[in-house]
Structures are given as structure tokens and as C-alpha cells.
């Protein structure tokens, strides 16, 4: 498995401090302790900065999840989205919801989801995102939190998976593209 890293782009000291800031940052826009955030984690690559998160953040917050896709298969995505797990909240009506994404690539997952969950009522969403590739956008979309912007490469670790693997690595690291050609 080593051996199909072609190097570290987010080491596990970068990633710590990068969640400790956005934390801060995320307290400080919602100061009013006494209402609840809803932090919604976006099945599967984002549980993973979802636990290191919700960990730093001192307002109070509940969970949920959501399972959602745009890659049908292999690296590139597929243009649609399919929700495979929905949220289904009585009280969404009263919540301020914060989509936790693990990465954004043609933004077409995150802008398609934070239509959908205004649509079905939600008080107010907003979106977080570890890691950022603007140059692959295909529609124009732009997270209220990111973690870091990085190159147009595959990455995998920190949650991200190539065919489901990877995910538990420590650290954000480069897959060698003849790992997903051959
Ligand atoms: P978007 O809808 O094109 O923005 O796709 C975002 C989703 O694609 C993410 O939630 C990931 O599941 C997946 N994705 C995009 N780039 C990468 C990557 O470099 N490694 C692993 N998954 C990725
Ligand atoms: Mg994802």
C-alpha cells in the first residue's frame, strides 16, 4: 500500500492544525451557545475530519449523515448525484445545518445538496470542506470553510478512498496515477 503513494500532501501535524483552525472559525460564526448546529457528515470520506471536527468545535452540536455520490466509479465524476441515504429531520425547519464534505472537485455534489436541503426547509446551510481542487470545477461554487486548496491530483487517506481503500491512512497522501491506469 506504501508503495502506491507517490508522496504526503497534507501531513497528520498539518491536518491537526488545519481542524483546530477551521474549529475556531466555525465557534466564532456561530457564537449563540444556546442553538444547536447541525453538523451533517457526508458518507463515507468525510467521517473521519467529521470526528476530528465535531472534537474541536466548543458550540454545541448534534450529527447526522448523509450518503451522497458523484462518482459513479474510478476518478473522474459523473456530472449527477444520488442520494443514497437521506436526512430525514421533523425539525429541519429549525436547524442550521453545516454539510462536513471530505473534498470538493466539480462541486457538483455540494451545490446540487445545499440546494436540496434548502429546498426541504432547513434554517440556514452552510458547507465545510477538508480539502478543495478549484481548477476542476464545472460549476461555480464556493465552500464557507475549506481546509486547504490543493492541486489537480487524486488523493487518497484522511477518509478519501480509491475503490474503498486508503481511507484509514493518517495523513493525506498523492496516489500514483499507474495505481488507478492499469
Ligand atoms: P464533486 O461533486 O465533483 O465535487 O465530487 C466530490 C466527491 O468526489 C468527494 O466527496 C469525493 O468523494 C470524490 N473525490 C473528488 N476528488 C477526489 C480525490 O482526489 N480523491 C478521492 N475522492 C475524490
Ligand atoms: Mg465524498
Known amino acids: 500500500m506504501k508503495n502506491d503513494i507517490a ?14 483552525r477551521i474549529a475556531a472559525e466555525i465557534d466564532r460564526d456561530y457564537p449563540d451557545r444556546s442553538k444547536g448546529l447541525l453538523l451533517l457528515c457526508i458518507l463515507k470520506g468525510s467521517v473521519v475530519f467529521m470526528g476530528d ?3 474541536k468545535i466548543k458550540v454545541p452540536v448534534e450529527i447526522d449523515c448523509m450518503k451522497v455520490s458523484s462518482y459513479g466509479c474510478g476518478t ?9 441515504l437521506d436526512l430525514i429531520r421533523p425539525d429541519i425547519n429549525k436547524c442550521d445545518l ?9 462541486g457538483v455534489t455540494l451545490s446540487h445538496l445545499t440546494k436540496y436541503l434548502k429546498l426541504k426547509g432547513a434554517k440556514s446551510v452552510k458547507t465545510c470542506t477538508f480539502l478543495d481542487k478549484p481548477t476542476r470545477r464545472k460549476v461555480d461554487f464556493t465552500p464557507d470553510y475549506c481546509g486547504a486548496e490543493i492541486p489537480d491530483e487524486f488523493v487518497i487517506g484522511y477518509g478519501l478512498d480509491y475503490a474503498e481503500k486508503y481511507r484509514a491512512l493518517p495523513f493525506v497522501g498523492v496516489l500514483k496515477p499507474e495505481v488507478y491506469t492499469k
Open 7 to 20: 508522496y504526503t500532501l497534507v501531513s497528520e501535524e498539518e491536518i491537526d492544525a488545519t481542524v483546530t
Open 53 to 55: 471536527l465535531m472534537k
Open 76 to 84: 473522474e465524476s459523473t456530472g449527477q448525484i444520488h442520494i443514497s
Open 98 to 106: 453545516l454539510i462536513i464534505e471530505d473534498i470538493i472537485d466539480s
